[in-house]
């Protein structure tokens, strides 16, 4: 079973950056794409972005897009989520994880391995 560990995340004021990181034990052919979740006090989980490791194609979230970026360390394996611009409600604990292919990359459901989450405080 793959494993995923996350770092990086922590508080940050306002209109700051802060950049998370989650690596792989190993990669496997299950492992057909990487994503970034988030979840709030109170709210459902929700998707932030992708990266598939085949094509490096990326999909966000359209709320985030301009100002969250992933990306990965193919030689690490190793994703990353770039955060800029953050704003309070950008505030949550977040997540990655690794889905198999023919799944859908915005659900949650479709991912059989998570990290262990990392909070992200953004103060105003």
């Known amino acids: 079973q793959v494993q995923l560990v996350q770092s990086g995340g922590g508080l940050v004021q306002a209109g700051g950056s802060l950049r998370l990181s989650c690596a792989a034990s190993?990669?496997?052919?299950?492992?057909?794409?990487m994503a970034w979740f988030r979840q709030a006090p109170g709210k459902e989980r929700e998707f932030v972005a992708t990266n598939i490791w085949s094509s490096d194609s990326t999909y966000y979230a359209d709320s985030l897009k301009g100002r969250f970026t992933i990306s990965r360390d193919n030689a690490k394996n190793t994703v990353y989520l770039q955060m800029n611009s953050l704003k309070p409600e950008d505030t949550a604990l977040y997540y990655c994880a690794a889905r198999r292919a023919g799944t859908s990359y915005a659900s949650a459901l479709s991912y059989h391995v998570w990290g262990q989450g990392t909070q992200v405080t953004v103060s105003s």
């Open positions: 190993r990669r496997t052919v299950n492992e057909y794409g």
